[in-house]
């Protein structure tokens, strides 16, 4: 899980739970079934991860806490907030209730939301920042800011300490200049990413976090880091613009032209790094994918919370999944196919079987169909 975690960069964050977090639909993606319980160990016991903002909210990497450091030294210089929040900030009353937060923390320990926002005088704040009450405002300032970070995790809900407790002994503590930090995050990026151009690199990982870029690109470049590759796909012209791969990861195209490539059928998580770009996916993939959460129920073409079902190298469909743990079972409201989906056995067997690692990643004791599934995967309840 580790490893996994070190090859995306970052797993994102999201509190909706229809089917599971997506940070762990994630990793069960590249891994399958797993205990959860290890995720959150690796997390929360080991700090192997930690809680900070990477493309977006995200468990990052704690040796590479001098990337994200840079961030935490320099917020919120680089928001759009800046004012705002300096204002804000500069009152006295801010700056007692501060002092009182991190007072508390240093010598209760871990503490809830909660506690803090039991204060009688606690208001909602003017600001113009957000708007969140004063506490939540200051909690989320001295997360961005590395003063405190998420020590546990009860029922969902962050409990919060102060940093130097919830960092290991062996965290690196060297500084990066910002520049420095961003040529770091952009190799991590590319590794990630496999070909990629600056545009994607830029929305990736440390989003928008990559000041010169273009600069380190070409330094990077010529240092042999990274090297230039030209795309084109098997039917159609070559792809225009700046294309790198990372040299380390050469030698994966000779295993994959040797034929070490073993396609396997799984589901991935929307909030997932290999889609989270939506053009990029669309450009790699030819797949349309866009959420509908906040689409109303009559006007969904695919369901609440779909996730896609990516074969091979290929996105071939899509399933609309909600888990039911009240009666421990999984509910299948719908299986699409893409128009150019395989119709042989072998594929629905293989659609069937990621369905069933799905629930059995779950915990689900039954799996309940819906009719809307494909002609060509009819066999999926069968197989099931």
Known sequence: MAQVARDLGCLQLDPINAVSHSHSLVMFSRIGPYPRAELDSLIYDQRVLFEYWAHEASFVLTEDYPIHAVRMRHYPTHTQWRGQVEAWLADAEIQRLRAEILERLRTEGPLPSRVFEQRSDNHVGSSGWTSGTDVNKLLDYLWQRGEIMVAKRVNNQRWWDVAERCLPEWTPRHELAPVEAGAVAAQKAIQALGVTRARQISLHYTRRRYPELETTLKRLQQEGVIQPVHIKPENGEGWGGEWFIHTSDLPLLDRLEAGEFHPRTTLLSPFDNLI??????????????????????????YGYYVLPILHGDRFIGRVDPLMDRRQNRLVINAVHAEPDAPDDAETSAAVADAIQSLATFLGAQTIDFSDRVPAQWSALRQAL
């Open 276 to 301: 989270c770009d939506r053009q990029r996916t669309e450009q790699l993939f030819d797949f349309n994918y866009r959420m509908e959460i906040y689409v109303p129920q009559a006007k969904r073409t």
